[in-house]
């Protein structure tokens, strides 16, 4: 990883904190909510925030770092809980395949603000913040459907 996509994540980590704080006592905002999901080794509960984006007709959650625990550990797990404010429910995470991806990071740069296809450059996933470069990354980019239990 760059010092840059380093610096970039050291940050992220200390918003994903307050973030954390805020959706506990039942503050929620934008797409974020509260991904809990047992630890592949430890088995302890793990909460993350994430965003699950509203794309294709379905939900999502795409992957922003490299090597991200939480893909990880959703990858071992059968079932995750989603949390937003005080609301959570039981889903399962369907990993979606490398050729369906495309379409799906494609949408979410052409539909979102800049930041969100810089950033996938920044953190090294992609070599460029067009809808085309993100989707020919799809091969290092994790995206899960989330879907009822």
Known sequence: MTQKAE????????VNKLIVGLQRVGIAFG???????????????????????????GRYIIQAYP??????????????TLARGRRSSTVRLVEVPVDERRPLLREVVETSPASVGNRFVTTGLAEAPTPDAVAAAAPRIAVFRVDPV
């Not at 991200?68 to 797990?77: E, G, I, L």
Request: aromatic share 6%; charged share 15%.
């Open 31 to 57: 797409p974020m909510q509260l991904l809990t999901v047992a630890g592949r080794r430890s088995g302890q509960p793990r909460t993350f925030p994430i965003a699950v984006l509203a794309l294709a007709g």
């Open 67 to 80: 090597k991200a625990a939480w893909v990880a550990n959703v990858r071992a797990a059968d079932t995750v």
């Open 7 to 14: 610096n970039y994540r050291r940050i992220v980590n200390g």
